[in-house]
């Protein structure tokens, strides 16, 4: 991990605790940051996730890398019991202080602390690119999962115009940092989190893996031109 005066962000090979102490970092403006750096998109990129898992009321849902629970909250709109799981305490207890009524629990998504086909969905928002073995979290979901439950990736992913592209990854790399430093409490993880997009494999790619991994009728939805992507799978 790379220290500095202004912070600390993890390196690309992902180890758990120095992802669990960069997110401890940025715990106390995270949810603020997001909504700043996204320019408001990523409530409807939430509400597209709870859409595409096709909740309904009395369903079991688990939200791995669910930070504050600001993505657990919105699945329980749809009437499910829906719980979240994190490796960051920091973001657990700062989700606790705005969110006590939201289950939140500590929990690595490569050991989840749940039994087999426990839930009916589970789904990872902008937490599946920092895991550092992609393939055993895929696996560790479906293990979770009773077949013929759902799956929802929600994960920031590859532009499909070339233009656009071009002009994302410049703001990926230039401007987000720069954004950040002015709202987060930790502004040199976002230099790991643009990073760790740009590293990340396209849709097609994830796609492949989410098939390998025990899921099967995968297939994937782009939102904001393939700055995100939502990928759908069921467990076989």
Not at 34 to 56: I, K, M, P
Not at 161 to 187: C, E, H, K, Q, W
């Amino acid at each position: 991990m790379s220290h500095t005066p202004q912070g600390q962000r993890a390196s690309l090979d992902k180890q758990p605790h120095e992802v669990a102490a960069m997110f401890d970092g940025v715990a106390a403006r995270y949810d603020l940051t997001n909504t700043v750096l996204s320019f408001g998109q990523d409530r409807s990129w939430r509400r597209a996730t709870r859409a595409a898992l096709g909740l309904r009321p009395g369903e079991r849902v688990l939200d791995v890398g669910a930070g504050t629970g600001v993505s657990t909250e919105e699945l329980a709109h749809s009437g499910a019991y829906a719980v979240g799981a994190d490796l960051s305490l920091g973001m657990l207890y700062a989700g606790k202080r705005t969110r006590p009524s939201v289950p939140l629990l500590a929990g690595d998504a490569l050991r989840l602390p749940f039994a087999d086909a426990s839930f009916d969905a589970v789904t990872i928002s902008f937490a599946l690119r920092n895991v550092n073995d992609t393939d055993a979290a895929l696996a560790e979901l479906a293990r979770v999962t009773r077949p013929g439950g759902r799956l929802v990736v929600c994960e920031f992913s590859t532009p499909v115009n070339p233009a656009f592209r071009t002009v994302y990854l410049s703001y990926l790399m230039r401007s987000l940092p720069a954004v950040a430093r002015a709202v987060s409490s930790n502004p040199d993880a976002y230099v790991y989190l643009a990073e760790s997009i740009r590293a990340w494999p396209d849709q097609a790619a994830l796609a492949a893996r989410i098939g390998a991994a025990g899921w099967g009728r995968v297939a994937w939805r782009n939102l904001t031109g393939g700055v995100v992507a939502l990928h759908r799978a069921v467990r076989n």
